[in-house]
């Protein structure tokens, strides 16, 4: 059974556990006037995901939700078919694995010898054909309010988080009109976004009136992560590649960058926003950030 552990004094459905004393280390160093220094690091596990038997790819994780990633892994990898049903998720916290078993066998062995090494942190590694499953892809035809965004970009940096409290991790939020519901963190930005996945995919919530909101870079891996995922909407308060920005383009997703303050830049998909914010009420200084890149 998956369980979720939610700061019960948000918003949100899943929420970072900031008290989850496996997550973070505290460690003791010495700054740069020679002063000890006790700081907090988070950990990184590695997490072997195997499907009906097969394994798959050992991801290094910070250690929560492993059943809503190794979930979100394999259906953004297009390993799990639509028509296939998950019949269990185990996790075992001895041998850091998870088993995924289904009714069915995708065919998933020429995707396996199909390896593409990402950009993302962490190593991230997508298996066969990137761009499978995007050919005639027609995301919803939704409004975007740049009030959403103002009020996502406020709370999303107000809540406690792991990155707040020892930084060198990033976030992904699932969002619906400008409420934050689920909020996760893991060193690499693709197993934050694949937790989402795993976690929509358990709920059966569907992306079509959703926005996603990233701490990462809008790389290609993200935006056709995000399409597949079935989610009109991706921003980030980081910055764009050439090839995330094309793919973009070519599904119809709506693609924000560099949102901070009252700025932000869209490079695709500005027909479903509406300019329809008061900038007055919106402050124009930049947060002081840890250096989330």
């Keep these: 059974m998956i369980k979720d552990m939610t700061n019960s004094d948000t918003q949100y459905i899943v929420a970072p556990n900031v008290e989850n004393p496996r997550l ?45 990633l190794a979930l979100g892994f394999l259906r953004n990898q297009r390993m799990l078919a639509d028509e296939e049903t998950v019949q269990s998720v185990d996790f075992d916290a001895e041998l850091e694995t998870v088993v995924v078993r289904t009714d069915g066998r995708a065919n998933f062995e020429e995707k396996l010898r199909k390896k593409t090494r990402t950009s993302g942190c962490a190593v991230g590694t997508v298996f066969g054909d990137m761009m499978e499953g995007l050919d005639g892809l027609q995301l919803p035809a939704v409004t975007l309010r740049t009030s959403w ?12 988080s792991l990155y707040l409290n020892a930084g060198a991790i990033h976030g992904t939020v699932l969002c619906q009109q400008d409420k934050p519901l689920v909020y996760m963190e893991d060193v690499g ?5 694949d937790k989402v996945a795993g976690w929509m995919l358990s709920n059966n919530v569907t992306g079509d009136d959703k926005i996603l909101y990233t701490t990462g870079r809008l790389t290609s891996e993200m935006v056709i992560k995000t399409a597949l ?23 119809g997703l709506t693609l ?9 830049v869209c490079l695709s ?23 989330r890149k």
Aim: no cysteine; net charge negative.
């Design 24 to 68: 973070t280390r505290r460690v003791i160093g010495r700054d740069q006037h020679g002063v000890e220094q006790e700081i907090s690091v988070v950990e990184e596990r590695p997490l072997t995901i195997f499907l009906n038997g097969t394994e798959i790819v050992t991801a290094m994780t910070i250690g929560d939700y492993p059943e809503y």
């Design 149 to 160: 965004l103002y009020a996502l970009s406020r709370d999303i940096n107000l809540t406690p």
């Design 189 to 193: 930005r693709h197993n934050a976004v």
């Design 229 to 251: 995922m079935g989610i009109p909407v991706l921003v980030s308060r980081s910055g764009f590649t050439a090839w995330g920005v094309e793919i973009a383009n070519q599904v």
């Design 256 to 264: 924000i960058g560099r949102l901070r303050g009252q700025r932000f």
């Design 269 to 291: 998909g500005d027909t479903r926003v509406e300019y329809d914010a008061d900038l007055s009420t919106v402050r124009d200084d930049v947060a002081k950030q840890k250096g």
